[in-house]
């Protein structure tokens, strides 16, 4: 049996492991080391609890819980590797919110195991009852990971954009009383978590359960499109909290640090990420835009005219330029075009113009994705600046090149108070001398406003697939 020195050991180093990790991904420089210290944390995390659960197992069974442990690794590490392996950079926000309700199912499962039999789990003897501190650990593990699946449920429908089912679009869903709905939903669950912990029945137990499913669900569709990056960072705090209040019920120093620490930075990067949207956190999760869409979106927006021209026109545009900085948008990641994009900035290069990304904090469809897409591309970092670094630059800025994103660029946002964005910083591109967008058509975007930007007179629309539109721009410049 393996010693509980040994055990308190390996998850103290699987704990500096997983710090180590957070502190590598907060720069594209030490990225690719943090994912090597999450990695070797998780393995010792993982064989060790293994070792520690066949240690404990009774005489006789020993094998029974080592077949038990390695199907378990064998089916989800062959999931996790296909769907590492098969998935697009452009379905990475989905996968993010599926791993989410993953880690919400499983803490509802393990509090309802722990629930049915606490003897297997060392929490009380045959017969005695489950002590009150473990009611009240059982008891925010249990809710905080149902409303983390159903809510990360939902959000993995409304990021995919497929599904036709009303509470899966990404516009909010909402409806007269929804606010006092999820009030009185939320005092009825405490209500049965404090029955269940004064009686440990299951009917409190399974009502709680429920209602946290349901209210799941509530919490999130009222949210539009827009904040999704913000939902997304948030159901990763509570799929942390989830982890760590099963980990006070186990005992399990490693859930507990682990779970702490995905909840703790989910938190602040949420409370980041709202700041640099100029929105209150309780606001985006008590509603998101939560307001119907304006005249100008619901009819597909007012007929105005704007100025186009072809990528021919927007390569000599910038071939004559002597800086160019271009915005990336969720656009350029549904065409998969970084690689083009990329080729297009060495051209550029070649030709003697400064090249600059520019990246705001919610670009795409959850935190950091425009800056994932550029370092698969392989674009130098020096290269890359955020919002709050490079704003100051687009009044002297030639020509920027806008490649899909819309709400991060729209001019409502400072120039319209009564605009649902009004206030939210923005990538202040309307300052260049002239603006090149390329978009397919149109459409708003997932705030569903129209943009100032597509309609001033120093902008040209580029209309085409993101893709195929840089390709011809290379092929321009050539």
Known sequence: MISANLVTLLYLIASICFIQALKGL????????????GMVGMVIAILTTAAL????????????????????????GSVGTLLARKVEMTKMPELIAFMHSMIGLAAVAIAVAVVAEPHAFGIAAIGAPIPV???????IGTFVGAITFSGSVIAFGKLSGKYKFRLFRGAPVVFPGQHPLNLLLAVVMIACGLWFMGTQSWLPYALMVTIAFVLGVLIIIPIGGADMPVVISMLNSYSG??????????????LIIAGSLVGSSGAILSYIMC????????????????????????????QRSVKSGSPEDAAFLMSNAETVTIVPGY????????HALKELAAKLGEQGVTVKYAIHPVAGRMPGHMNVLLAEAEVPYDQVFEMDDINGEF???????????NDVVNPAAKNDPNSPIAGMPILEAYKARTVIVNKRSMATGYAGLENELFYLDKTMMVFGDAKKVLEDMVKALE
């Open 241 to 254: 909290w989830a982890a760590a209040g099963i980990g006070f019920s186990l005992e399990n120093p490693m």
């Open 133 to 139: 501190g473990n009611r009240l650990e059982l008891f």
């Open 331 to 338: 656009g350029l990641a549904v065409a998969r075009a970084q």
């Open 26 to 37: 907060s720069h594209p420089t030490t990225s690719r080391r943090g994912n090597l210290f």
């Open 395 to 405: 009044g002297q800025t030639d020509v920027v090149l806008v490649m899909g994103a």
């Open 53 to 76: 659960i066949i240690g404990l197992a009774r005489e006789g069974s020993v094998a029974l819980g080592m077949g038990r442990i390695l199907l378990g690794l064998l089916v989800g």
């Open 275 to 302: 700041k640099a949207m100029n929105r209150s956190f309780f606001n985006v999760i008590l509603g998101g835009f939560g307001a119907e869409p304006s005249a100008a979106a619901a009819d597909g927006g007012t």
